[in-house]
């Protein structure tokens, strides 16, 4: 009875968890980022993702190895009419990882649920998620390395047995009762692989890296987004806001977005090349797709100190940011970009960036 009355209520708690997880998402997230060049969504941009989002894999433009070997793995599931293993997904934000999770639940015809890791707070969240799957449903856990530990332990038993263990009773009369799940598929997807634990990545069957786009990818990518948003834009417009999208389609759209705003108050709305470029240049991002934060950064390298090598702190000192947002946010473009070097030192400004900026790289190369 006792257990009876916990699994409905927590039958309810999965709507709650489900309904509302962007909501503790944003608790214990830092600020979001609202750059326009910024690789994570910004809070108010699920409505507009979601009409670009692609529904099939042939709509899935780019990432062709992860296309090839996912066809391949949905089809023999299809034919033994199983679900799928337990699948990874990792790369940096935007790169397509929550759309790939759906793309698999519709080719697979199942239903998906969606929860982060930081949404799952108690082990109570979980269970009720759990215990509310379908058989074959898909459960997307997004930021998965943000789980705490006491909930990856009640995944493990859930990923590898399809059982839930839940503990019914308090102190010595306290035992554990095993729920036996429907066979489900997880997809966790996660910016950050060092973070996730030896035992939670080893469950997973498959694990599939998302690289930056090329940028013809990116093209195709803006002119399908186009086309869905009914923006008239010519090619040579798309390609100036392609080269400036840092590789990244969350970048791209988010850019094309813009430039239509732009395009529609100033102009009569077509995007022509020239509309493009005056635009992207008040928003201030550059031909490379920097923006101000990654040029200030990089200024205060190369004329605060001496072009480096500089620790994480006083970079951070010295331009008023917070020491994870260069990490994770800034850093990995300009590291892709060979404009940044990471010594045990700290941070190095490379030729590169000083030539980007349209100054004279020092005579001798810094001594690491
Ligand atoms: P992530 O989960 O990795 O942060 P998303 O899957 O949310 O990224 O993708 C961000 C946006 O970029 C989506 O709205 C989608 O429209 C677009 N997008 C991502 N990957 C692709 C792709 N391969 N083809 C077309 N559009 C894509």
């Known amino acids: 009875m006792g257990t009876k009355i916990r699994i409905e209520f927590s039958k309810c708690y999965s709507q709650f968890a489900i309904c509302y997880s962007p909501i503790y998402a944003l608790c214990s997230m830092p600020l979001p980022d609202l750059r326009p060049t910024a690789a994570a969504a910004a809070p108010d ?19 062709e190895k992860i296309k090839e070997n996912l066809s391949i ?26 759309t790939l999770a759906h793309v698999i639940a519709a080719e697979m015809r199942v239903p998906i649920k969606v929860t982060s890791g930081p949404a799952l707070e ?40 399809f059982a839930l263990d839940l ?6 009369a306290a035992r554990t009762l095993r729920l036996t799940l429907p066979r489900f598929t997880l997809i966790g997807a996660t910016t950050r692989m060092s973070l996730l634990s030896s035992p939670l990545r ?19 990518i803006l002119k399908r987004s186009a086309k869905l948003l009914g923006v008239a834009a010519g090619e040579i417009a798309l390609q100036e806001i392609a080269s ?4 990244t389609p969350r970048v791209a759209n988010r850019l094309l977005k813009r430039v239509r705003d732009y395009a529609e108050v100033r102009h009569s709305g077509t995007i022509t090349s020239e509309i493009a470029v005056q635009s992207l ?66 941070r190095l400004a490379t030729p590169r960036a000083y030539e980007h900026l349209g100054l004279k790289p ?3 190369p810094t001594l690491l």
């Open 45 to 63: 941009e699920q409505i507009f993702e979601q009409t670009l989002r692609p529904k099939t894999l042939a709509e899935f433009v780019g990432q």
């Open 244 to 247: 400036r999208s840092r590789r």
């Open 73 to 98: 793995f949905l089809e023999a599931a299809r034919r033994r009419k199983e679900p799928i293993e337990h699948v990874l997904l990792y790369g940096n934000p935007g790169l397509g990882k929550t």
């Open 281 to 346: 240049a008040s928003l201030e991002v550059d031909r490379l797709g920097l923006d101000a934060v990654d040029r200030r950064l990089l200024t205060a390298i190369i004329e605060r100190f001496r072009g480096g090598p500089v620790g994480l702190s006083a970079l951070a000192a010295a331009t008023a940011e917070e020491v994870d947002t260069i990490e994770e946010i800034y850093e990995p473009f300009l590291l892709r970009l060979g404009f940044l070097e990471r010594t045990p030192r700290g």
């Open 167 to 172: 503990v019914v009773g308090k102190g010595p």
């Open 202 to 220: 080893d469950r997973f069957g498959v694990t599939y890296r998302l690289d930056y786009y090329e940028e013809k990818e990116i093209l195709s």
């Open 362 to 364: 020092p005579e001798r």
């Open 122 to 161: 108690k082990v109570g969240d979980l269970a009720a998620i759990l215990s509310s799957l379908e058989p074959g449903e898909v459960l997307f856990v997004d930021e998965i390395h943000r789980l705490n530990r006491q909930i990856e332990e009640v995944l493990y038993p859930a990923m590898e047995d």
